[in-house]
């Protein structure tokens, strides 16, 4: 069955501070990535997407930055964190294109 | 208009008590549509699909209306752990595109 990881699960960073988050599939191959983040109080916003190795589309201008450097792992990035990066960050996968299903996510305040 | 709209809640019910959440989309050429559930500081989960002639999932109904572009969910006989944020979310029709979140509607079903 498939598995997808996240950590850490929770991390607090100072302003302007860099960041690193990971997340790794197990028992599927190809499948598409997403990052999304959940602000306190809001939905859930979709940061980017890749549907292979090296393939990254952003949906939303920011502060971040993705990376695949193997099929099933997906990093987000950040090189100076803001106030307003905090958040419920949260990697999902699809193989069909459809269904997404979610890692248990990473709560990161920057302070 | 907001891709997804939901009414946030909360809707507070008794045990066994029947509830049904409604949910409206903005684009109509949206094709796959779903319920997550998602608990308080937690990943959401997919619920269940939604299918054009409507489906059930034990005591989980969920219809489509593609005219009205209207989706809902019924749920019957209420329980202790029914009490979640329950999200709507759509799909349009193209592989690697992103799911579409609604904001979610708060259940809290009470003893």
């Known amino acids: 069955s498939q598995t997808i990881h996240q950590w850490p699960a929770t991390l607090v960073q100072p302003v302007g501070s860099p960041l690193s988050l990971e997340c790794t599939v197990e028992?599927?191959?190809?499948?598409?990535l997403y990052w999304y983040r959940q602000a306190a109080g809001r939905g859930l916003q979709l940061l980017f997407y890749?549907?292979?190795?090296?393939?990254i589309s952003s949906e939303v201008p920011q502060n971040l930055s993705a990376s695949r450097p193997q099929d099933r792992q997906f990093i987000l990035s950040s090189k100076k964190l803001l106030l307003s990066d905090s958040g419920f960050y949260l990697c999902?996968?699809?193989?069909?294109?459809?269904?997404?299903?979610f890692g248990p996510g990473t709560r990161l305040t920057v302070t | 208009r907001k891709e997804v709209e939901q009414d946030p809640g909360p809707f507070n019910v008794p045990e066994g008590a029947t509830v049904a959440f409604n949910c409206t989309y903005s684009?109509?050429?949206?094709?796959?549509f779903f319920w997550y559930r998602q608990d308080c500081r937690k990943e959401p989960k997919l619920l269940m699909s939604?299918?054009?002639s409507g489906n059930e999932d034990g005591r989980f109904t969920a219809q489509l209306n593609r005219a009205s572009q209207y989706i809902s969910l019924l749920i019957r006989d209420s329980k202790l752990s029914d009490s979640a944020t329950y999200l709507c979310?759509?799909?349009?029709?193209?592989?690697?595109?992103?799911?579409?979140f609604g904001k979610g509607t708060t259940l809290s079903v009470s003893s």
């Open positions: 999902a996968w699809t193989a069909s294109g459809y269904e997404q299903y």
């Open positions: 028992g599927t191959s190809n499948p598409n």
């Open positions: 890749s549907v292979g190795i090296g393939q």
């Open positions: 684009n109509s050429a949206s094709q796959s």
């Open positions: 939604v299918y054009s």
């Open positions: 979310v759509v799909k349009a029709n193209q592989a690697g595109t992103a799911l579409i």
